[in-house]
């Protein structure tokens, strides 16, 4: 059930056997979430926090015009809520955008990790880091990034980030995303999305058809987006 996690968080830092079967013991009560339905909602207190097994899901608000900003795209292996353990009130809702498997780790076990096992406390403490990280980096693309850049940074990320879990095959990975919620990422109308994409697509970096996204030309498509993934944290080194 973890093993996705676990190259999420080996990809930083080595775990040990007995951090993997802390994990293990930890984290259960796999259920499905159907595409389209709150894994988690704004306003909620959780007491437990959610593994994403299967699937992508997307961080979001909605505002009072029925406008809906989405904030932050989750793929296997990553916690989507694990900042919850500590804040206790949701701020946000986290929606599967397709179907997804998640597990959960109660938050009293997630006490006792932190008694118990600092190291793999840093470890989980790092994945909430991360996620500030990659959200600084969505603002600086939101603020500053041309469309066709900003669409090419979500691109690069999230082919690195589905490589760390083994989910990108040759130059190619499935992205189940329609075109409106990845206009909601970011935050342009459907219309300006199609023609940023299509400028993507006879520039010769990118196809991207029934919902598979298949790099062409690596180096220039991190050259237009301006790509470096530091953010990202990817050096293993003791944490």
């Known amino acids: 059930m973890i093993d996705l996690l676990v190259l999420n968080l080996g990809s930083r830092d080595?775990?040990?056997?007995?951090?993997i079967a802390l994990l293990e013991q930890i984290i259960k009560h796999e259920?499905?979430?159907?595409r389209g339905h709150d894994i988690v909602s704004e306003g909620s207190r959780p007491h437990e926090s959610t593994?994403?097994?299967?699937?992508?899901?997307?961080?979001?608000?909605?505002?009072?015009d029925g406008k809906r900003q989405i904030t932050a795209l989750h793929v296997a292996g990553d916690f989507i809520d694990l900042h919850a353990f500590m804040l206790k009130t949701l701020d946000h809702s986290v929606v599967a955008l397709?179907?997804?498997?998640?597990?959960?780790?109660?938050?009293?076990?997630?006490?006792?990790?932190?008694?118990?096992?600092?190291?793999?406390?840093r470890m989980l403490w790092l994945s909430t880091v991360i996620d500030g990280a990659i959200h600084r980096e969505w603002?600086?693309?939101?603020?500053?990034?041309?469309?066709?850049?900003?669409l090419a940074h979500l691109i690069c990320e999230l082919y690195v980030r589905l490589?760390?879990?083994?989910?990108?095959?040759?130059a190619g990975f499935q992205?189940?995303?329609?075109?409106?919620?990845v206009a909601d990422t970011l935050g342009v109308s459907l219309v300006h999305l199609n023609k940023t994409l299509q400028s993507l697509r006879s520039d010769g970096l990118?196809?991207?058809?029934?919902?598979?996204?298949?790099?062409?030309?690596?180096?220039?498509?991190?050259?237009?987006?301006?790509f470096d993934d530091t953010y990202l944290n990817l050096r293993r080194e003791p944490r």
Not at 139 to 150: C, E, L, T
Not at 175 to 181: F, I, V
């Open 51 to 64: 593994l994403l097994l299967e699937g992508i899901a997307a961080r979001y608000r909605v505002l009072e």
């Open 31 to 34: 259920r499905l979430v159907l």
């Open 139 to 150: 603002i600086v693309a939101m603020g500053r990034r041309s469309k066709k850049s900003h």
């Open 206 to 226: 990118v196809r991207w058809t029934n919902r598979v996204v298949t790099i062409l030309d690596w180096d220039r498509l991190v050259h237009v987006a301006e």
């Open 163 to 170: 490589n760390v879990v083994g989910l990108v095959q040759e």
């Open 98 to 121: 397709s179907p997804c498997k998640v597990a959960t780790a109660a938050h009293r076990d997630l006490v006792s990790v932190t008694k118990t096992h600092p190291h793999l406390s």
């Open 14 to 19: 080595t775990l040990a056997a007995e951090e």
């Open 175 to 181: 992205l189940d995303l329609s075109q409106s919620e």
